[in-house]
């Protein structure tokens, strides 16, 4: 390996696993601009080739083409999101900008375009196979979209939107980390009143992080910052961390991100129409299972208005709670999760200090890998001789049972720090593939959870780990020839249904009761807890569902907007919360200055597919209750061919052929425990 840059030579890890112990910011650079280099250079070499245009030496040459560079990313933006410095946010900024430029040359070739066109055309008689039928399909709509037909003028502005895009969208992202990163309530023996030991020592480990030993800190990671609204009997203090998780991103000073809403919004909006849309919403939801605003609205407003009136009788209640406790007043945003849970406790006898010595992080890894091994036939086990890039990170060995096959790697990375951002996520080092050489994949999890000894999680921590695992396994499980079309490379609003669905087996009672075992006695979790613990998942589902719903009902209106050039982004949210009738008392799950799925992700105008995925997941595992066993090898068969397929098929097509019939609504509302008209 070459002694200047690891990037420029083979990784000689087993199964080619990226040597984290030798790559530095500092390599990162020269790799970038040679990898773009190196791309340019096979890209122009496909379009300018003197022999006619056929499906290998144009489809798939491009599938081969720009592999070092795609390495290079690969490692670079992973380690970016999970354990980033100073010096590879200067690189995101700096290299945001370059690497559209460079995709806009790939994207705007107009005489690549012309050889894709081509074949396009002929293919009928092309003799492709069905997933070469459709990765020829989807490679020309992807011209089309990106602006490929467009005529030169609009090409130019096209690829200068695009770039300026990249920047703002960088800015985004790093503006909401700083605003997390800067903010702690520091908090003495005297402020603790009401946490529960768990929260306190996440506290303690929070403050020895910082240096502040001795002492208490309270961050605005969802792992700390929740825990902490929902016990802390401190009013002023809840009240004090809840402003400052809402104004993530909308704080006057280098880190606001409104001007930046204002940029991003207008330019979609432009791209879009030069695409021949009237707003960027249409020209998203275009190539998406939903395929129109109209749809997704039919569905987010088929849950709303049950969802708020659920929220609302929710708040009943826990107004009465609050006013029985001695509070006098009408309860705010920051009494809503304080208050819930005393609801939850009184009408369950639940609380999650009861619960959490149940979900030992480790034994929750476990469950998941088990339910893996019975549904598809995969095992892990774990490799510590393989570098990390940070000590939380863990490998394991993804191997078919029976035979051992090597099917990929699995990088789990479960622990907050303030160098990771904020939330959970799947994402890839490198995708499977097969049409040249079988090259398997290596997926890694990242999750927040508040570091403690022992780790034990909420309900929704683990649900969360269940939710990403499935996600990698979508990746792993990939049996796609190409890598564009390889595990997670579908339609935004299918994406979320291996990851959803997978969760039901999380909350099954059959898992439950082999793997929520206490973590001190290695008892199991008392049926009459377990039922409990089930029946209070109902109680607050007005709440979520209405913080969820109004987050994709803002998205879908931001992002179809005609003329979003003086929009002011806190005014517009608060107009559609009071059209939408939003309790105040809930308020948003994401508010727009801090939405990094809309302005630093890939989710503007898709947030909705959480709750389109949720319509498929729910109806799905309803297939394996109606056949009476959670593990049916039938049915596991088929819900495995989803994984295996990537895009190499139609999702609707996919999801027919497993459950029998597409999907019915209901199943969603009655998952969420809301009236089915």
Known sequence: MSAENPFFSPWTNEFGFPPFDLIKPEHIPAALERGMEEGLAEFEAIANSSEPPTFANTIEAMEAAGRLLNRVCSVFFNLNSSDTNDALEAIARDFSPKLSQYNSKISLNPVLFERVADLHARRDTLGLEPDQMRLLERSHLGFVRSGAALDPAAKARMAETSERLATLTTLFGQHVQADEQAWQLV?????LDGLPGYVREAAAQAAAERGLEGKYVITLLRSSVE??????????LREKAQRAWTSRGANAGETDNRDLIREIVALRTEQARMLGYPTYADYKLDDTMAKTPTAVLSLLNKV????????????GVIQAEAEAAGFDGGIEAWDWRFYAERVRKARYDLDDGEVKPYFLLENMVQAAFDTATKLFGVSFVARDDLPVYHPDAHVYEVRETGTGRHVGLFIQDNFA????????????YRDGESYETEITPIIVNNSNFAKSSPSLLTFNDAETLFHEFGHALHGLLSKARYPSQSGTSVRRDFVEFPSQVYEHWLTAPETLRVYATHFQTGEPIPEELLGRLLEARKFGQGFNTVAYTGSALIDMEIHSQTNPDNLDPEAFERDVLDRLGMPKEVGLMHRLPHFKHLFSGGYAAGYYSYMWSEVLDADGFDAFKEAGDIFDPRLAAKLKDIYEAGDTRDPMELYVAFRGREPETDALLRHRGLPVA
């Open 187 to 191: 908090l003495e023996e005297t402020d």
């Open 227 to 236: 825990p902490f609204l929902t016990f802390s009997t401190r009013r002023d």
């Open 304 to 315: 709303w208005e049950p969802a708020r009136v659920q929220a609302i009788a929710e708040r």
């Open 417 to 428: 720090r303030a160098s990771k951002r904020s939330g959970a996520w799947m994402s890839s």
